[in-house]
T-cell receptor
Framework: AQRVTQPEKLLSVFKGAPVELKCNYS??????LFWYVQYSRQRLQLLLR??SRESIKGFTADLNKGETSFHLKKPFAQEEDSAMYYC?????????????FGQGTILTVHP | GAGVSQTPSNKVTEKGKYVELRCDPI?????LYWYRQSLGQGPEFLIY????????DSGLPNDRFFAVRPEGSVSTLKIQRTERGDSAVYLC????????????FGEGSRLTVL
C-alpha cells in the first residue's frame, strides 16, 4: 500500500528566509508525485508535479527515489506563500488521479 | 461555469438521516473524483468516475455510501443512515482526459452530522 508522510504539521519562517516542506512516500512501483496548495478561503489547487520539473511561484521539488522523498523548497519565502501544502502520490494505475495525500503542512511566513 | 461547483456548501443533518451532495464538474472533463477530508487530515479518495461508470469505488467506506453520474457530467454522492463519523468536508474534483496529473477541485461540501 502507498503512504505519504509530511512530518511537520506547522512550519513558520520569516519573509526572505529559505523554506523546505518535507514529504516522504512509500510505494513499491514508479511514483508520480505532486504538491497541492490551499490558500486561505480558496480551493485546493495544483502547485507542481515532479514529471514536469518546473518551478512555480519560485517553488521547486525534486524526486529522490533513494530517499523516497519529494521535498518542496523555496529560497526566499514571501508572505503570500502562507497556506496549507499537501504532498500527494498518484499510484492508481488505471485509476489515474486516485491520489494518496499526506496530512498537510501549514506554512506561515511572517513579515 | 469556470470551475468545479459543489452544492450545498454546508449541510447539517441529524444522525440517521439521508444526505445527497452534488458536484458539477468542469465542462468536458470526463474524469470525476470524490474525496473526503476529515479535520486535520489530507483528502482521502472515495470514488472515481470515467464517464458514466464508476471505474474505482475502492475508497467508499461502507455500503451506506453510494455515488452516481448518470449522464457523465453531474455526480451525486449519497449517504444513507448518516453517522457522526461521517462529518467531514466532501471534495469533488474533475480532470480532462487529455490532461496528465492535474485535478481541479471544488470548494467542498461541509457535512456535519449531529
Amino acid at each position: 500500500a502507498q503512504r505519504v508522510t509530511q512530518p511537520e504539521k506547522l512550519l513558520s519562517v520569516f519573509k526572505g528566509a529559505p523554506v523546505e516542506l518535507k514529504c516522504n512516500y512509500s510505494y513499491s512501483g514508479s511514483p508520480e508525485l505532486f504538491w497541492y496548495v490551499q490558500y486561505s478561503r480558496q480551493r485546493l489547487q495544483l502547485l507542481l508535479r515532479h514529471i514536469s520539473r518546473e518551478s512555480i511561484k519560485g517553488f521547486t521539488a525534486d524526486l529522490n527515489k533513494g530517499e523516497t522523498s519529494f521535498h518542496l523548497k523555496k529560497p526566499f519565502a514571501q508572505e503570500e506563500d502562507s497556506a496549507m501544502y499537501y504532498c500527494a502520490l498518484n499510484a492508481g494505475g488505471t485509476s489515474y488521479g486516485k491520489l494518496t495525500f499526506g496530512q498537510g503542512t501549514i506554512l506561515t511566513v511572517h513579515p | 461555469g469556470a470551475g468545479v461547483s459543489q452544492t450545498p456548501s454546508n449541510k447539517v443533518t441529524e444522525k440517521g438521516k439521508y444526505v445527497e451532495l452534488r458536484c458539477d464538474p468542469i465542462s468536458g472533463h470526463t474524469a470525476l473524483y470524490w474525496y473526503r477530508q476529515s479535520l486535520g487530515q489530507g483528502p482521502e479518495f472515495l470514488i472515481y468516475f470515467q464517464g458514466t461508470g464508476a471505474a474505482d469505488d475502492s475508497g467508499l467506506p461502507n455500503d451506506r455510501f453510494f455515488a452516481v453520474r448518470p449522464e457523465g457530467s453531474v455526480s451525486t454522492l449519497k449517504i444513507q443512515r448518516t453517522e457522526r463519523g461521517d462529518s467531514a468536508v466532501y471534495l469533488c474534483a474533475s480532470r480532462a482526459v487529455t490532461n496528465t496529473g492535474e485535478l481541479f477541485f471544488g470548494e467542498g461540501s461541509r457535512l456535519t452530522v449531529l
